[in-house]
């Protein structure tokens, strides 16, 4: 077999790697910014049956308020949560909706998320994986990143509704040992 010389670059590459690595900045762990939160009413209960995934609801959305650092208004009638348990103990939600700023200004949301019982039977957080879709404008940076919601059962005024609290995940700064 023929000697081969390695190119210079890869053995530079080879050699000097290691001390690139040690020299990368760590970073800490991303942080939530609190964003908005909500109370969403909701209709009843729609049934739809089970299905060869679960027991499936559809749950009209009514309506409900927001408010956060950078945003206020209400929620508008006409979105729908569809909801799904599931034979293993877990609960799905997919909701979508619109919401309307007080200046006017529409903004879809889309929530989804799971809950599952733990072994012992209780059930887990709520969580949330929200995404908007703003126009552009004031809004607009409510559009890409990423969210995080929680969610709680909470009846408003005797009506069946919701609150979730929604946060933006921020990636943290380098650090340098």
Known sequence: MPFRPIPTI????????????????????????????????????????????????????????????????????????????????????????????DDGVIINVRNAGTQCKSSDGKDGALLTSPAFEAPKGKYDWLNGGVYVGTLEVTPSNGTPAVHIRFYKAQAAAPTHP
């Not at 290691?18 to 969403?40: G, H, K, M």
């Open 10 to 101: 890869l053995l530079l590459a080879a050699l000097l790697a290691p001390s690139l690595r040690a020299q990368a900045p760590a970073r800490a762990a991303p942080t939530l910014e609190f964003v908005y939160e909500e109370t969403v009413t909701l209709g009843p209960a729609q049934p739809v049956g089970d299905t060869p995934q679960g027991h499936r609801n559809i749950v009209p959305i009514t309506g409900g308020t927001f408010q956060g650092p950078r945003l206020k208004g209400k929620i508008l009638p006409g979105g729908w949560d569809w909801q799904l348990a599931s034979p293993g103990g877990c609960f799905t939600i997919h909701a979508d909706y619109m919401i309307q700023t």
